[in-house]
């Protein structure tokens, strides 16, 4: 769940009532909104402005019950990756003890940023905090539409992954992509799968589809016997 379209007090405490009375679980809550606000700006407004709704969020998400905050961190045109991967250690390192005080891991999720790029950046943030409250949350299709091996980055980040993100991508000539249905696309969910197991992962598959509001519960159903599928292959 996204908390960008979900800040407003009033909003947030009408779903938590839901969820509540649904008996709903969820996973995570993802800060969308940070792709305003960047945890590795120089800009020190800008920065003291992202950790504020990192702290919201956690807060929130440790009241929904997710057990894990997603964070976007969008690359500031203002710092080399490298000065951007120092800057947000730094932002991150502030918020590590509100986190584990929330019981909430915050998921540092690759969206193609290039502070973020590769397994090798992901694992050179978490490796500096050392925190069980700061790990990863991989998406293998946005791995897949930047030239990435997903199977070899989630072999790579082993027990650094919190959450995968699963989602296929069908490549539409040498420059456009689009999301399809698990199984319709052009990743190679059988070595996929493989580092997956391999990494004695035990965590959610958020399993990402395009589908609209009536074919939502049909699409999720196929997702779900794909995966069945492959677990038995």
């Not at 894990?68 to 490298?82: D, H, I």
């Not at 993100?165 to 689009?178: E, N």
Request: hydrophobic share 45%; charged share 25%; proline share 3%.
């Amino acid at each position: 769940m996204d908390l960008g379209a979900m800040r407003a007090h009033q909003t947030r405490m009408r779903l938590m009532e839901i969820a509540q009375r649904l008996r709903l679980e969820f996973s995570s809550v993802c800060l969308g909104v940070l792709w305003n606000y960047s945890l590795a700006s120089p800009e020190s407004g800008q920065r003291e402005e992202a950790t504020r709704i990192v702290r919201e969020g956690i807060a929130f998400a440790a009241a929904l019950g997710a057990s894990n905050l997603l964070l976007p961190v969008k690359q500031p045109t203002s710092a080399s990756p490298q000065r951007a991967r120092e800057i947000l250690i730094a932002s991150l390192l502030s918020l590590l003890d509100a986190a584990k005080a929330c019981g909430v891991v915050l998921a540092l999720e690759n969206v193609g940023e290039s502070l973020l790029f590769t397994w090798e950046n992901l694992a050179e943030v978490v490796d500096a905090l050392g925190s069980t409250s700061c790990r990863v949350c991989y998406d293998v299709g946005n791995a897949f539409i930047h030239g990435l091996d997903p199977a070899h980055e989630l072999k790579e980040l082993k027990a650094r992954v919190v959450q995968i993100h699963l989602k296929d991508i069908r490549r539409l000539g040498t420059s456009r992509t689009v999301v399809v249905p698990l199984g319709a696309g052009h990743l190679d969910w059988l070595t996929i799968w493989d580092a997956i197991r391999s990494g004695d992962y035990r965590g959610f598959l958020v399993v990402e589809v395009p589908a609209k509001k009536l074919e939502a519960k049909r699409v999720a159903g196929t997702s779900r016997e794909f995966l069945l599928n492959l677990s038995r292959s």
